[in-house]
């Protein structure tokens, strides 16, 4: 099993205590080997190689997926979903139709486990939104780069493992990423203050190829999506506990961290969002566009 963050990180301790209750479940007959850090394969190389069959099961982050589809990209349109309740309902409401496109290459969904709130990490002092324009904007999936054009940026794209050194050497000047990313790229090192805009809660979605599945027993297929399940409500409740952690955890390790976010940097912020939620209607088609309306029609009014 690829994963991709290192192995402290609580996406990474979900997926050895996955691997740990399949194997307890199948008396040892079923055996994944955790492999975190992108050791086995890189992000984008994550997916290709689950549907080729080259490795059995891997993590990815489903946003990055956004150039095969645009179901991939739902949980990151920009102040959407921005709390843990908004983000399962939506979830719930686009699990089926991210299912079904993932069958659609040979893959199969086993869990899913959302990140804390993406929010805004930079070099310098951020005010207004015009104290975004021109900077070098580090980008990770579809969405976050036109996200940056919208903000008159400079998207770059940057493999997470390399954001630290790109800071370093002026490749990037801000990110939008989750306070568990920070922590784990010590971001205090290369950064100096966190927004705390929580603009959006993307997920990591654990995929088993589908042949190699339903070459098991049945009883190890049942074990294997039953620890899933367990792995999926433990991931939710995880990233959730550990948000306001290590917000202040960041605080005390010396980054300006603002979470009365200047009324009109976060209206401007929200404006972006919004027109990126318009774009993806305009090319996600009937059947998408049903999501987002079965999901608003589930919010309090």
Do not use: C
């Not at 059995?56 to 095969?68: H, K, P, R, T, W």
């Not at 903000?151 to 954001?163: C, S």
């Not at 939008?176 to 920070?182: E, F, I, N, Y």
């Not at 899933?228 to 959730?240: D, I, N, P």
């Amino acid at each position: 099993m690829s994963v991709e963050q290192p192995a402290g990180n609580f996406i990474s301790r979900v997926a050895v205590d996955f691997a740990k209750n399949v194997r307890q479940a199948t008396k040892g007959q079923l055996d994944i080997r955790v492999h975190p850090n992108s050791t086995l394969y890189r992000r984008p190389e994550v997916k290709p190689a689950v549907s080729r069959g080259d490795i059995q099961i891997g993590d990815v982050f489903m946003s990055a997926l956004g150039n095969e589809d645009p179901i991939y990209e739902l949980d990151s349109l920009p102040f959407l979903a921005t709390d843990y309740e908004e983000a399962r309902k939506l979830w719930a409401v686009s699990r089926e139709a991210v299912e079904r496109r993932l069958l659609a290459d040979g893959v199969r969904l086993v869990y899913a486990v959302p990140w804390p709130a993406q929010s805004l990490f930079s070099n310098r002092p951020l005010q207004t939104v015009e104290d975004v324009r021109d900077l070098r904007f580090r980008s990770y999936n579809p969405t976050i780069s036109r996200l940056a054009h919208l903000l008159h940026a400079q998207p770059t794209t940057i493999n997470t493992e390399d954001v630290p050194q790109a800071f370093r050497a002026g490749q990037v000047d801000i990110m939008l990423t989750s306070s568990a990313t920070g922590m784990d790229l010590r971001a205090w090192d290369f950064a100096s203050h966190f927004y705390d805009v929580r603009a959006f809660i993307p997920k990591n979605i654990v995929i088993v190829n589908e042949r190699a599945f339903q070459r098991l027993p049945e009883a190890q297929r049942r074990a294997l999506l039953n620890a899933g399940e367990r792995a999926e409500r433990a991931g939710w409740e995880l990233s959730w506990a550990l948000t306001g952690y290590q917000t202040r955890m960041l605080a005390r390790r010396g980054m300006t961290v603002v979470q009365d976010i200047d009324p009109q940097l976060h209206r401007d912020l929200a404006e972006a969002g919004q027109q990126l939620t318009e774009e993806w209607l305009a090319r996600a088609g009937e059947e998408y566009a049903q999501i987002i309306d079965a999901y608003l029609d589930g919010l309090p009014r």
